[in-house]
């Protein structure tokens, strides 16, 4: 039987969760004061997910950055995956917000897009 | 130039107080922004987590700011950029320069404070040592990563638990820096539990709570800091030493509002939130002119910024069109007590207020299973239970015309923290 131990962030007020794992499986959660705690705790341990921002390059634009984020959350584990892929990326001005600026990152089926509108310069 | 409104500042506070400055019926209405661009801090702050109470889903800084700034081009408010506000005067003059008109200066109806907040200057840091290239405010790292592209360092340490600091130990930690740890002077962390989480704990960052940075090395550029755990003085404590080789730290020891403007009219300030006091409308005590945002106290969620400058544009509106109106006589003081640090508005006056007040307050300190107790000249009106409280989130409580119209010699209002 293995504990982790996780702060919920559902709400300010930050139960420290507990969860029991055996063999993989969830079979308790304790400290949490209401339900959203347990669906934490169980989402976060067995699926945890994360939207990712970061910038790319952008060519012909009034500033040099775009703002990108995936476009839905992505498993957490690929964070650092997309940040590499999203590395040395050039994007040409105008962009809108919205855009899609890399399709599908790393499998994820998740599209990365612009999350800035930027003219020509 | 003349204007019925300008607006101080085009970030989330300036747009959202134009666009409802514009709905409630002003026609003449001018936003002066410093910046290239309109959105003000937003723009670098291109993490998630904005609009979840305005939008209903989790935006990005920008994504926030480009929804309030197309309202505002689609509603036809104007706007300068690049236009820096020099001075303002009492009779409602405002001077401001920016390189294609030079000096000029602009009669208003109504003045808006939206500019901002700004960081506390590490001036204002005990720290020993010489001053080295490599130690930056987390603000201006977070702008030189974002917008500028350009990496602040390799090997980080973090004085001071704020948003700021926090989000940015993640961007540098994703951007391949190695972020060692953040030091806390306080018992508790400064930014919200969410970044706590998913800022550190995501990428195993330790959070040093009771300690401090004593200690800086290197005279070019930093080479290392010394960190040591503080008594409930704040003292550090000898033999607690930890050294840590890094090139940058960041310092992110909270931000102060940017109240030059304010000052230069004697408007009156709250010595605690550094930000004007202003009644229900938020109006300070200058008459016409109002503030909102950062500039009037500091907020954590740009959602609340944007809900108390509507309040802020509506209200210029409203004594532009009809003047004030107001009798100081009418004002009901509120005050906070026994762990409120403050409370925005500081009086309501119960003839003008519409059907409820919102009122914002931080507290002092970490209080759980605690009552926020209202009363009204001495007579509890209000009780709500908060399973917890932390200075790093902003409280609110709604006080209704209705109950204070019952009362109508009452003095003052004062809110506070009661046990059981
Ligand atoms: C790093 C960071 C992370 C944050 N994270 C979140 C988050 O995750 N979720 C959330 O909801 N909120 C977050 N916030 C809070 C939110 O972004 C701010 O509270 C909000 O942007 C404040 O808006 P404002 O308009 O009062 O100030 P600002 O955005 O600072 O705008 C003030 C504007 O006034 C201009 N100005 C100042 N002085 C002058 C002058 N003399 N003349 C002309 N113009 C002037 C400035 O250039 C600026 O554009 C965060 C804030 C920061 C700093
Ligand atoms: S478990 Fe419930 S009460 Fe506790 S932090 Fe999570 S959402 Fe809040």
Not at chain 2, 110 to 129: Q, V, W, Y
Request: with cysteine; glycine share 10%; proline share 4%.
């Amino acid at each position: 039987m293995k504990k982790r131990t996780l702060t919920c962030i559902s709400c300010p007020l930050g139960c420290q969760v507990t969860a029991e794992i055996n063999k993989g499986e969830i079979v308790s959660v304790t400290g949490n004061t209401c339900k959203r705690g347990d669906v934490y705790a169980r989402k976060e341990l067995t699926n945890p997910t994360r939207i990712v921002t970061s910038t790319v390059e952008v060519i012909g634009g009034e500033s040099s950055r775009l703002p990108v984020k995936t476009r839905t959350d992505i498993p957490k584990s690929m964070i650092f995956d997309c940040i590499l892929a999203l590395k040395g990326l050039k994007v040409k001005a105008p962009l809108k917000v919205g855009d899609v600026v890399l399709e599908n990152v790393c499998g994820t089926g998740v599209d990365i897009i612009a999350t800035k509108t930027i003219k020509t310069f | 130039m003349k204007y019925d409104i300008v607006i101080i500042g085009g970030g989330p506070a300036g747009l959202a107080a134009g666009k409802a400055a514009k709905q409630a019926g002003a026609d003449s209405i001018l936003i002066l922004e410093r910046d290239h661009e309109l959105g003000g801090i937003l723009n670098q702050c291109i993490h998630n987590g904005f609009g979840l109470h305005t939008f209903k889903e989790e935006l990005t800084g920008p994504e926030y700011a480009e929804r309030f700034i197309d309202k505002v081009c689609e509603l036809g408010i104007e706007y300068k950029l690049n236009t820096m506000v020099m001075h303002i005067e009492k009779n409602k003059r405002v001077v401001a320069m920016n390189s294609s008109d030079g000096m000029f200066s602009i009669e208003a109806k109504s003045i808006i404070l939206a500019m901002g907040c700004r960081e506390r200057p590490r001036g204002s840091l005990n720290i020993a040592g010489y001053r080295p290239a490599g130690i930056f405010s987390a603000g201006t790292a977070q702008r030189l990563v974002n917008i500028e592209g350009f990496m602040t360092g390799r090997e980080v340490v973090i004085l001071g638990s704020g948003d700021i600091g926090l989000i940015m130990a993640r961007r540098m930690t994703l951007e391949g820096a190695k972020v060692k740890a953040v030091a806390e002077l306080m018992p508790y962390s400064g930014g919200l539990k969410r970044n706590i989480v998913q800022c550190l704990d995501d990428y195993g960052i330790p959070l040093k709570l009771s300690h401090t940075v004593v200690d800086i090395r290197g005279k070019e550029r930093v080479t290392g800091v010394t960190i040591a755990e503080v008594d409930e003085n704040f003292k550090p404590i000898a033999g607690t030493e930890e050294d840590f080789d890094c090139d940058t730290l960041l310092l992110s020891v909270g931000l102060i509002p940017e109240n030059e403007l304010s000052k230069e009219i004697g408007i009156e300030m709250n010595p605690v939130t550094n930000g004007p006091l202003v009644n229900d409308r938020l109006e300070t005590s200058c008459e016409g002119v109002f503030a909102c945002g950062n500039v009037l106290h500091v907020h954590d969620l740009v959602d609340y910024v944007s809900e108390e400058a509507a309040l802020a544009g509506k209200n210029a509106a409203r004594y532009v069109k009809k003047g004030s109106g107001a009798k100081a006589e009418q004002n009901i003081t509120i005050e906070g007590k026994n762990g409120v640090r403050y409370t925005v508005p500081s009086t309501v006056n119960p003839e003008l207020m519409e059907d409820f007040v919102t009122v914002r307050f931080r507290v002092g300190g970490v209080y759980k299973d605690r009552y926020i107790s209202v009363k009204l000249d001495g007579e509890e009106i209000i009780r709500r239970k908060r399973p917890v409280m932390a200075p790093s989130e902003m409280e609110d409580i709604k006080l209704h015309k209705a109950k204070l119209c019952e009362k109508p010699e009452a003095k003052s209002i004062t809110i506070s923290i009661e046990e059981g």
